[in-house]
């Protein structure tokens, strides 16, 4: 992939030509997170398994995987509003269907069918945005555009995501709640319809064929295999969301239990302000990781701080019960720590620059695997190890995710000079 037009002007290293995008992304992501804090609370009241609740998450993270992968190739073959504007509709129509056949029936196998097949939808708008945001920003820049569209992704499904439902259950009740999801969805298709303008980036690229395009989506897994380092960082980015995707389906189970006694809105309320930090901190370690240095970033702050974070999300409450202020210090702490991985986009492209097409393939494919593979954890382990074993697994994870780190050969380009090259060429020239 290229940056097949002049670069944009950056504010903080948001790109501008975009901005209505960006706002898209918390619109979408609102009416998509809706639901992930307590349906598995909701799916074990109705009388099924822990195990069959957490599954239903790990079907959904799988075809989500699948989809992660695909997305940038397809935004870059038939342009990325295209794509994402398919990913809204799809996402409506199969979240209907899950919730007239599947919920409101209690018909588990429609649940599995019609929830998974929901997963395909949202990479295609996120991901696909992703490309878009690619095309139009300088290198040493990404991880600041970067840090922007996570705070964006934050503000979504975690910030409105969490507080609508702590609001609206105890008015309208669950279903009802789901249905608003609707809405946003459809308004965030609106904004990218009407509100983001072209100007010559996000339309797809004649010149490549679409056999050019399937090449590249492959050499996202090929890239893995023949690069070490590339290898390694995608295991990295697995591992840095496990927490992110595992905890809301498990901790629901755990902190709503008789033996802690915290409320359903309590607990919607402390993931809640977890993600009122990740707004903030998005945005501060993109800029932070421009300067200190990726890897060194991900590794001590990310990766071991998820570690701790994690184990306080299960202990704190094993000691003070169900008190909320002393459950904050793992809700902030979880907050600060999962997105110093601000700059895993920029380290994929910096490890294959010459290889961009393949390298967000690879990025994303990891990102759908770690959407699986949290819940995923959860459904194997839940059942004999409990939810302190399976916290215990992310930890270990996490600290096997900065040993890794020592490992990844990557090349930061320097940010004086990338950004002296760019203001010298971008008209009209914006502040940084």
Not at 199 to 209: C, I, L, S
Request: hydrophobic fraction near 55%; include cysteine.
């Amino acid at each position: 992939m290229v940056n097949r037009q002049p670069p944009q002007g950056l504010l903080f290293g948001l790109p501008i030509s975009l901005i209505w995008g960006f706002v898209a992304i918390a619109v979408f992501m609102t009416g998509d997170g809706i639901e992930l804090a307590f349906l598995s609370r909701y799916v074990v009241d109705l009388g099924f398994s822990p195990t069959q609740a957490t599954l239903l998450f790990t079907v959904y993270g799988l075809l989500a995987a699948i989809s992660s992968w695909g997305s940038g190739v397809l935004a870059e073959t038939f342009g990325p509003r295209r794509i994402m504007l398919i990913g809204v509709a799809a996402w409506i129509v199969f979240h209907v269907l899950f919730l007239i056949f599947g919920l409101e029936q209690q018909n588990y196998t429609l649940m599995v069918v019609f929830y998974g097949i929901r997963g395909l939808a949202y990479p295609l708008f996120i991901y696909a945005f992703m490309v878009w945001i690619a095309q139009v920003t300088p290198g040493a820049r990404m991880a600041s555009a970067m840090g922007w569209f996570w705070s964006m992704y934050c503000i979504g499904i975690g910030l409105l995501g969490n507080w609508i439902p702590s609001l609206s259950i105890s008015r309208i009740g669950f279903i009802n709640t789901l249905w608003v999801g609707v809405f946003w969805v459809a308004v965030a298709g609106l904004m990218i319809m009407y509100l983001v303008k072209e100007r010559g980036a996000g339309k797809p690229d004649d010149a490549v064929t679409l056999v050019e395009r399937l090449k590249t989506l492959s050499s996202g897994v090929t890239i893995i295999a023949e690069r070490r380092g590339m290898f390694l960082i995608v295991l990295v980015r697995i591992i840095c969301n496990l927490s992110l995707f595992g905890l809301p389906v498990i901790l629901p189970l755990y902190l709503t239990s008789v033996e802690v006694g915290f409320s359903m809105e309590q607990w919607l309320h402390l993931w809640g302000v977890m993600f009122v930090v990740s707004i903030f901190t998005n945005v501060i370690w993109g800029q932070i990781g421009d300067r200190l240095g990726w890897l060194i970033q991900m590794r001590w702050f990310g990766c071991i701080g998820c570690a701790l974070s994690s184990l306080a999300f299960y202990y704190l409450p094993q000691f003070y019960g169900a008190h909320f202020e002393i459950a904050l210090i793992a809700a902030i702490g979880f907050g600060i720590s999962v997105t110093a991985f601000v700059p895993m986009g920029a380290v994929f492209l910096a490890l294959a620059p010459e290889q961009k097409g393949a390298a967000i393939s690879a990025h994303n494919l990891a990102a759908g695997l770690s959407n699986f593979m949290g819940p995923g954890i959860a459904t194997l382990f839940i059942a004999t190890l409990g939810i302190k074993g399976v916290v215990w697994i992310y930890a270990g994870l996490y600290v096997a995710g900065a040993v890794l780190t020592f490992f990844i050969p990557v090349h930061q380009p320097r940010l004086s000079q990338q950004v002296s090259r760019y203001t010298s060429a971008a008209e009209p020239t914006q502040p940084l």
